[in-house]
Protein backbone atom coordinates (compact mmCIF):
# COMPACT_ATOMS: atom_id res chain seq x y z
CA UNK A 1 0.00 0.00 0.00
CA UNK A 2 1.77 3.76 -1.11
CA UNK A 3 2.55 5.46 1.78
CA UNK A 4 0.13 9.12 1.99
CA UNK A 5 1.54 12.23 1.96
CA UNK A 6 1.08 14.30 4.51
CA UNK A 7 -0.33 17.57 2.73
CA UNK A 8 -0.46 20.01 6.17
CA UNK A 9 0.84 23.37 6.14
CA UNK A 10 4.95 23.64 6.95
CA UNK A 11 3.48 26.40 9.30
CA UNK A 12 0.61 24.42 11.01
CA UNK A 13 2.96 21.61 11.77
CA UNK A 14 4.06 21.22 15.16
CA UNK A 15 7.93 20.04 16.23
CA UNK A 16 7.69 16.21 18.42
CA UNK A 17 7.53 17.70 22.04
CA UNK A 18 9.45 14.73 23.02
CA UNK A 19 13.05 13.90 21.76
CA UNK A 20 13.63 10.38 21.47
CA UNK A 21 10.18 9.07 20.57
CA UNK A 22 9.05 8.00 16.86
CA UNK A 23 6.89 11.15 15.30
CA UNK A 24 2.92 9.73 15.74
CA UNK A 25 1.75 8.81 12.22
CA UNK A 26 0.46 11.63 10.29
CA UNK A 27 -3.28 11.65 10.13
CA UNK A 28 -4.61 12.81 6.92
CA UNK A 29 -7.69 14.36 5.97
CA UNK A 30 -9.32 14.22 2.67
CA UNK A 31 -9.61 17.59 0.79
CA UNK A 32 -12.35 19.32 0.68
CA UNK A 33 -13.12 21.45 -2.86
CA UNK A 34 -15.10 24.20 -3.06
CA UNK A 35 -15.92 25.98 -6.59
CA UNK A 36 -16.71 29.29 -7.54
CA UNK A 37 -20.07 30.65 -6.62
CA UNK A 38 -22.52 32.09 -9.28
CA UNK A 39 -21.55 35.64 -8.70
CA UNK A 40 -19.64 35.67 -11.95
CA UNK A 41 -19.42 39.78 -12.29
CA UNK A 42 -16.51 41.31 -13.49
CA UNK A 43 -13.43 41.01 -11.01
CA UNK A 44 -12.92 44.91 -9.56
CA UNK A 45 -9.15 46.16 -9.68
CA UNK A 46 -8.44 48.04 -6.40
CA UNK A 47 -6.55 51.41 -7.89
CA UNK A 48 -5.51 53.99 -5.16
CA UNK A 49 -5.53 57.73 -5.71
CA UNK A 50 -2.04 57.58 -6.38
CA UNK A 51 -2.41 54.73 -8.99
CA UNK A 52 -1.30 51.81 -7.43
CA UNK A 53 -3.11 48.97 -7.48
CA UNK A 54 -3.68 45.40 -5.38
CA UNK A 55 -5.98 42.88 -5.49
CA UNK A 56 -8.33 42.08 -2.21
CA UNK A 57 -6.05 39.10 -1.51
CA UNK A 58 -3.17 41.12 -1.88
CA UNK A 59 -1.21 42.04 1.85
CA UNK A 60 0.26 45.44 0.02
CA UNK A 61 -1.65 48.49 1.34
CA UNK A 62 -2.88 51.29 -0.95
CA UNK A 63 -1.29 54.88 -0.17
CA UNK A 64 -3.95 57.76 0.03
CA UNK A 65 -3.34 60.96 -0.11
CA UNK A 66 -0.57 62.84 2.07
CA UNK A 67 -2.63 64.78 4.91
CA UNK A 68 0.66 65.07 7.45
CA UNK A 69 0.26 68.24 9.29
CA UNK A 70 -3.45 68.72 9.46
CA UNK A 71 -5.55 68.23 12.22
CA UNK A 72 -8.44 65.85 10.93
CA UNK A 73 -12.31 65.59 11.50
CA UNK A 74 -12.62 61.88 11.56
CA UNK A 75 -15.99 60.76 11.17
CA UNK A 76 -16.42 57.22 11.39
CA UNK A 77 -19.64 54.99 10.21
CA UNK A 78 -21.43 51.80 9.83
CA UNK A 79 -24.53 49.92 10.32
CA UNK A 80 -24.68 48.05 13.95
CA UNK A 81 -22.67 44.68 13.99
CA UNK A 82 -19.86 45.72 11.62
CA UNK A 83 -17.42 46.03 13.88
CA UNK A 84 -17.46 49.85 13.78
CA UNK A 85 -16.51 50.26 17.71
CA UNK A 86 -13.76 48.26 17.37
CA UNK A 87 -12.15 49.77 15.15
CA UNK A 88 -12.63 53.39 16.64
CA UNK A 89 -11.53 51.97 20.21
CA UNK A 90 -8.07 50.85 18.11
CA UNK A 91 -7.37 54.19 16.79
CA UNK A 92 -8.68 56.19 19.95
CA UNK A 93 -5.97 54.13 21.53
CA UNK A 94 -3.33 54.51 18.80
CA UNK A 95 -3.93 58.36 18.84
CA UNK A 96 -3.63 58.67 23.03
CA UNK A 97 -0.81 56.67 23.35
CA UNK A 98 1.01 58.48 21.07
CA UNK A 99 0.36 62.13 23.15
CA UNK A 100 -1.78 63.08 20.61
CA UNK A 101 -4.56 65.43 21.83
CA UNK A 102 -8.26 64.01 20.73
CA UNK A 103 -11.41 65.12 20.88
CA UNK A 104 -13.49 62.27 21.34
CA UNK A 105 -17.81 62.25 20.57
CA UNK A 106 -20.34 59.14 20.39
CA UNK A 107 -23.10 59.96 18.76
CA UNK A 108 -24.16 56.05 18.57
CA UNK A 109 -27.71 56.12 21.29
CA UNK A 110 -27.64 52.16 20.13
CA UNK A 111 -24.24 51.12 21.43
CA UNK A 112 -22.02 53.22 24.11
CA UNK A 113 -19.18 51.16 23.92
CA UNK A 114 -17.10 53.14 22.53
CA UNK A 115 -17.42 55.80 25.49
CA UNK A 116 -17.28 52.69 28.26
CA UNK A 117 -13.57 51.58 27.00
CA UNK A 118 -12.19 55.42 26.37
CA UNK A 119 -12.07 57.89 28.95
CA UNK A 120 -13.40 61.46 28.27
CA UNK A 121 -15.38 60.86 25.21
CA UNK A 122 -18.05 63.09 24.96
CA UNK A 123 -21.86 61.87 24.18
CA UNK A 124 -24.79 64.56 23.63
CA UNK A 125 -27.86 64.34 25.90
CA UNK A 126 -30.42 61.37 25.45
CA UNK A 127 -33.13 62.69 23.78
CA UNK A 128 -35.36 61.84 21.26
CA UNK A 129 -35.40 65.69 19.92
CA UNK A 130 -32.95 64.49 16.32
CA UNK A 131 -32.35 69.04 16.90
CA UNK A 132 -30.56 68.52 19.80
CA UNK A 133 -28.13 66.20 18.58
CA UNK A 134 -27.72 67.76 15.43
CA UNK A 135 -27.12 71.05 17.44
CA UNK A 136 -24.72 69.26 20.40
CA UNK A 137 -22.29 68.15 16.87
CA UNK A 138 -22.89 71.56 15.30
CA UNK A 139 -21.08 72.81 18.58
CA UNK A 140 -18.92 69.95 18.83
CA UNK A 141 -17.67 70.72 15.56
CA UNK A 142 -17.38 74.56 16.13
CA UNK A 143 -14.93 73.67 19.00
CA UNK A 144 -12.87 71.70 17.47
CA UNK A 145 -12.29 74.36 14.93
CA UNK A 146 -11.84 76.72 17.33
CA UNK A 147 -9.22 74.67 19.25
CA UNK A 148 -7.65 73.28 16.71
CA UNK A 149 -7.66 70.08 17.83
CA UNK A 150 -8.65 66.54 16.02
CA UNK A 151 -11.83 65.29 16.55
CA UNK A 152 -12.70 61.89 16.13
CA UNK A 153 -16.75 60.91 16.15
CA UNK A 154 -18.63 57.52 16.51
CA UNK A 155 -21.71 57.58 14.34
CA UNK A 156 -24.34 55.09 14.84
CA UNK A 157 -25.52 53.30 12.35
CA UNK A 158 -28.59 54.63 11.96
CA UNK A 159 -27.79 58.13 13.02
CA UNK A 160 -28.80 60.97 10.41
CA UNK A 161 -27.15 63.97 12.31
CA UNK A 162 -23.84 64.17 9.48
CA UNK A 163 -26.43 63.73 7.21
CA UNK A 164 -28.90 66.21 8.15
CA UNK A 165 -25.70 68.76 8.84
CA UNK A 166 -24.29 67.98 5.30
CA UNK A 167 -27.94 69.26 4.10
CA UNK A 168 -27.67 72.28 5.65
CA UNK A 169 -24.00 73.09 5.64
CA UNK A 170 -22.85 71.32 1.70
CA UNK A 171 -19.59 73.62 2.03
CA UNK A 172 -19.01 71.61 5.58
CA UNK A 173 -15.60 70.17 4.36
CA UNK A 174 -14.58 73.42 2.24
CA UNK A 175 -15.16 75.45 5.59
CA UNK A 176 -12.75 73.03 7.49
CA UNK A 177 -10.17 73.16 4.83
CA UNK A 178 -9.81 76.07 4.60
CA UNK A 179 -8.91 75.98 8.42
CA UNK A 180 -5.94 74.04 7.37
CA UNK A 181 -8.55 70.96 8.07
CA UNK A 182 -9.01 67.49 6.68
CA UNK A 183 -12.68 65.99 6.66
CA UNK A 184 -11.88 62.11 6.80
CA UNK A 185 -14.50 59.62 6.42
CA UNK A 186 -14.36 56.06 7.65
CA UNK A 187 -16.86 53.77 6.74
CA UNK A 188 -16.21 49.53 8.15
CA UNK A 189 -18.58 47.30 6.31
CA UNK A 190 -18.79 43.55 6.02
CA UNK A 191 -19.72 41.56 3.27
CA UNK A 192 -23.40 42.80 3.13
CA UNK A 193 -24.53 44.57 0.68
CA UNK A 194 -26.76 46.59 3.12
CA UNK A 195 -23.82 47.62 4.98
CA UNK A 196 -23.38 50.22 2.11
CA UNK A 197 -26.71 51.74 3.24
CA UNK A 198 -24.77 55.04 5.66
CA UNK A 199 -21.86 55.28 2.43
CA UNK A 200 -24.41 54.99 -0.06
CA UNK A 201 -26.57 58.29 1.37
CA UNK A 202 -23.70 60.07 2.27
CA UNK A 203 -22.83 59.56 -1.59
CA UNK A 204 -26.68 60.83 -2.72
CA UNK A 205 -26.58 63.89 -0.51
CA UNK A 206 -23.26 65.45 -2.19
CA UNK A 207 -21.13 64.29 0.69
CA UNK A 208 -17.30 64.72 -0.25
CA UNK A 209 -14.88 64.43 2.32
CA UNK A 210 -11.13 65.11 1.86
CA UNK A 211 -10.27 61.40 2.75
CA UNK A 212 -12.38 58.76 2.52
CA UNK A 213 -11.60 55.24 3.53
CA UNK A 214 -13.65 51.62 2.70
CA UNK A 215 -13.13 49.34 5.97
CA UNK A 216 -13.34 45.65 4.97
CA UNK A 217 -14.11 43.86 8.35
CA UNK A 218 -12.46 39.96 8.15
CA UNK A 219 -13.85 39.38 11.74
CA UNK A 220 -17.84 39.69 9.27
CA UNK A 221 -17.03 36.95 6.46
CA UNK A 222 -17.92 32.78 7.13
CA UNK A 223 -15.48 30.73 7.83
CA UNK A 224 -13.07 29.41 5.54
CA UNK A 225 -14.14 32.47 2.71
CA UNK A 226 -10.84 34.04 1.75
CA UNK A 227 -10.83 38.15 0.92
CA UNK A 228 -11.72 37.21 -2.54
CA UNK A 229 -14.61 35.44 -2.03
CA UNK A 230 -16.12 37.16 1.48
CA UNK A 231 -16.03 40.04 -0.14
CA UNK A 232 -16.51 39.60 -4.00
CA UNK A 233 -19.82 41.38 -4.31
CA UNK A 234 -19.15 44.81 -2.29
CA UNK A 235 -15.45 44.90 -4.24
CA UNK A 236 -18.05 45.16 -7.21
CA UNK A 237 -20.72 47.36 -5.70
CA UNK A 238 -21.49 50.78 -7.66
CA UNK A 239 -21.47 52.12 -4.38
CA UNK A 240 -17.76 50.99 -3.68
CA UNK A 241 -16.75 51.99 -7.22
CA UNK A 242 -17.85 54.88 -7.28
CA UNK A 243 -15.95 55.96 -3.54
CA UNK A 244 -12.93 54.82 -5.14
CA UNK A 245 -13.31 56.39 -8.20
CA UNK A 246 -13.25 59.42 -6.25
CA UNK A 247 -10.37 58.30 -4.21
CA UNK A 248 -11.54 56.62 -1.40
CA UNK A 249 -9.00 53.77 -0.16
CA UNK A 250 -10.10 50.14 0.77
CA UNK A 251 -8.27 48.38 3.82
CA UNK A 252 -8.71 45.46 5.45
CA UNK A 253 -9.64 44.92 8.94
CA UNK A 254 -8.01 41.37 10.37
CA UNK A 255 -10.16 39.49 12.54
CA UNK A 256 -9.73 40.05 16.28
CA UNK A 257 -9.82 35.93 17.57
CA UNK A 258 -9.16 36.87 21.44
CA UNK A 259 -11.97 39.88 21.04
CA UNK A 260 -15.01 38.17 23.17
CA UNK A 261 -11.88 37.14 26.61
CA UNK A 262 -10.83 41.58 25.70
CA UNK A 263 -14.69 42.74 25.89
CA UNK A 264 -15.25 40.24 29.31
CA UNK A 265 -12.54 42.22 30.49
CA UNK A 266 -13.42 45.47 29.59
CA UNK A 267 -9.73 46.10 28.46
CA UNK A 268 -7.96 48.30 26.21
CA UNK A 269 -6.15 46.26 23.61
CA UNK A 270 -2.31 47.31 24.24
CA UNK A 271 -3.82 46.53 28.55
CA UNK A 272 -4.55 42.61 27.32
CA UNK A 273 -1.22 42.16 25.53
CA UNK A 274 0.60 44.02 28.63
CA UNK A 275 -1.46 41.20 30.89
CA UNK A 276 -3.86 43.56 32.84
CA UNK A 277 -6.62 42.00 34.20
CA UNK A 278 -9.67 44.60 34.05
CA UNK A 279 -12.94 43.42 35.16
CA UNK A 280 -11.65 39.91 35.40
CA UNK A 281 -9.60 38.02 38.35
CA UNK A 282 -7.06 36.95 35.66
CA UNK A 283 -5.27 38.30 32.50
CA UNK A 284 -5.77 36.99 29.49
CA UNK A 285 -3.86 33.64 28.61
CA UNK A 286 -0.82 33.33 26.77
CA UNK A 287 -2.27 32.30 23.37
CA UNK A 288 -4.85 35.19 23.55
CA UNK A 289 -2.46 38.04 24.30
CA UNK A 290 -0.29 36.97 21.73
CA UNK A 291 -3.20 36.81 18.94
CA UNK A 292 -4.04 40.37 20.69
CA UNK A 293 -0.47 41.26 19.71
CA UNK A 294 -0.67 40.10 16.11
CA UNK A 295 -3.68 41.95 15.59
CA UNK A 296 -2.58 45.29 16.46
CA UNK A 297 0.64 44.86 14.41
CA UNK A 298 -1.47 43.60 11.41
CA UNK A 299 -3.65 46.59 12.07
CA UNK A 300 -0.93 48.87 12.03
CA UNK A 301 0.37 46.93 8.82
CA UNK A 302 -2.65 47.57 6.92
CA UNK A 303 -3.40 51.13 7.92
CA UNK A 304 0.28 52.15 7.24
CA UNK A 305 -0.88 53.40 3.38
CA UNK A 306 -3.25 56.48 5.32
CA UNK A 307 -1.32 56.37 8.25
CA UNK A 308 -1.16 60.28 7.55
CA UNK A 309 -4.85 60.17 7.59
CA UNK A 310 -5.03 59.31 11.31
CA UNK A 311 -5.24 62.49 14.24
Request: with cysteine.
Amino acid sequence: MAEQKDNTPELLRFPNPTSGRPPSPAITTPMFNFGQDEDTGPEMELISPSGQTMSSSSPAPLTGMDLSGRHKIIFWVGRGKTGKTTGIRWLAEKTLMNGTPLLMADLDTTNDTFSRYIDKVARPPETADPSLSLKWLDRLLQHSLGQKISALVDLGGGDTTLRRLAVELPDLVALFEAQGFAVVLFHTVGPQEEDLSPLATLQRLGFKPTASCIILNEAMMDVGETRDTGFARILRHSVVRHAIGGGAVPVFMPKLFAAQQVEIRRLKFHDAVAGKTGRADTPLGPFDRARVRLWLEAMDSNFAGISSWLP
